[in-house]
Structures are given as C-alpha cells and as structure tokens.
C-alpha cells in the first residue's frame, strides 16, 4: 500500500536550534496537511497545501513557523527558533483530488525540545 | 471556531463486548471520517462518510452520519484485544475563501480492551 513518509522519526534537540521535519505524500495526490498532536490539544492543523500552493497557515505561529513544497514529492516543516513548547508529534497527510476525499497520514516525527 | 465533541473520553471494555463512541458539534459537516491511531503510528483511515444518515461497515466497525449533519456515531461489534487505541472523528469544513476543504478532528476516544 502507498504511505506518507515522514522523517526524521523522532528529534531531540535543544531550544534555540533549527528543527526541519519532511514529508513525501502519497505519489499522485496534490493536498498536503501538517498537524500537530499533543495530549492537551488533541490534532491542531498547522497548514495545508493543493498543488504545493500554500492555502491555509492560519494554524500556524508564523514568527517561527514555515512551512513549503519545494516540490511535488517533498513538503516540510520548519521551526527556527525551537522551543521546549514545540513538542509535540507533528504528522502530514496527504489527500488526493478532489481535495474533499479522506486524507492519509503518516506515522509521524516525535519532537523533543530540550 | 467549529470544534468536535467526542465521546466517551475513554472507555475498558471486556473483550467480546460491542462499543460505541460519538462526535458532536453545533456545526453542520458535509462529510465524516473515523480514523484509529495505535501508538507509535499515524491515524489510519477506517470509515469515511459522505451523506447525511449514511451508514457504513468495514468489519466489525459500522458508523454513520446523523441526519441532522452535526453528529456521527461509531460501532465496534465484538471487541477484541487489537481493538486497543485512540479512535478519532473528524468533520469536513468547507473554506470558501480557498475553495479548499479541510477536516476538524475530534479529541479522540481511547479505547482499552480487557481479555
């Protein structure tokens, strides 16, 4: 079966230091979804994308957040600086056309941020 | 902002036994998805929705759309141990500023199966 793969699968780092999590979706879907999951707030979306556009990031912390497609195969997170509030375990999913079909996940980076 | 009320937070069970779990909001969705996340990994897709009173199997899962929109319901028939995990709803939400859809995700149900 065809999966989202995330890398790395676990990050511990340091605050301060620049964190960057990929995604490769799924080959042939065109929306990308990056959450974030933690105990207290359950699946926050962070941001999506359709055809590597940026749609809604309003999820988002933009001072420290970005996300980009670089290109159809690679969507990643980044957060620069790093806080110990940003762990978390931050999943992608994609989804295909049309972009109301269900959406796939995969198995996730488990960030530490010492 | 829309949110999703899931219920029950977290439930034992005896193996054997059926379950049931719901979501509901004071928003209208168009459509209805019920992932499983064991731990360590990724929700994964069990039953999508797509009509208002819909109902659907997979298995021993059956769920459906409730026909006012604001609410789905999950069924597990006799539960068994591999049943252990969070199970989530999530609601589709239409932006009509980015003609995109996008999901709102419930806060989970934790299912734990005794043997």
């Known amino acids: 079966d065809a999966r989202v793969t995330q890398t790395p699968r676990h990050k511990v780092t340091e605050m301060g230091q620049e964190v960057t999590m990929r995604c490769q979706p799924i080959l042939g879907h065109n929306t990308v979804f990056w959450y974030r999951q933690t105990m207290m707030q359950g699946l926050e979306l962070l941001a999506y994308?359709?055809?590597?556009?940026?749609?809604?990031d309003s999820g988002m912390p933009k001072d420290r957040f970005s996300a980009e497609m670089p290109d159809a195969t690679l969507a990643t997170l980044k957060i620069q600086p790093s806080e110990p509030r940003d762990s978390a375990v931050y999943f992608c999913?994609?989804?295909?056309?049309?972009?109301?079909?269900?959406?796939?996940f995969g198995d996730g980076t488990r960030l530490s941020i010492l | 902002g829309q949110q999703l009320n899931q219920s029950p937070q977290s439930m034992f069970i005896q193996e054997g036994e059926d379950v049931s779990m719901n979501c509901t909001s004071s928003?209208?969705?168009?459509?209805w998805l019920w992932y499983k996340q064991d731990p360590g990994e990724g929700p994964v897709l069990l039953i999508a929705l797509y009509k208002a009173g819909e109902l659907t199997s997979n298995g021993r899962l059956t769920a459906q759309f409730g026909i006012t929109r604001k609410d789905s319901f999950l069924n597990i028939s006799a539960s068994i141990p591999s049943d252990v995990g969070i199970y989530f709803c999530?609601?589709?939400?239409?932006?009509?500023?980015?003609?995109?859809?996008?999901?709102?995700f419930g806060t989970g149900t934790r299912l734990k199966v005794l043997a």
């Open positions: 999913a994609s989804g295909p056309t049309p972009t109301n079909q269900p959406q796939h």
């Open positions: 928003s209208i969705f168009n459509t």
């Open positions: 994308f359709r055809n590597r556009a940026p749609l809604d």
């Open positions: 999530a609601g589709q939400v239409f932006n009509g500023t980015s003609g995109t859809y996008k999901y709102i």
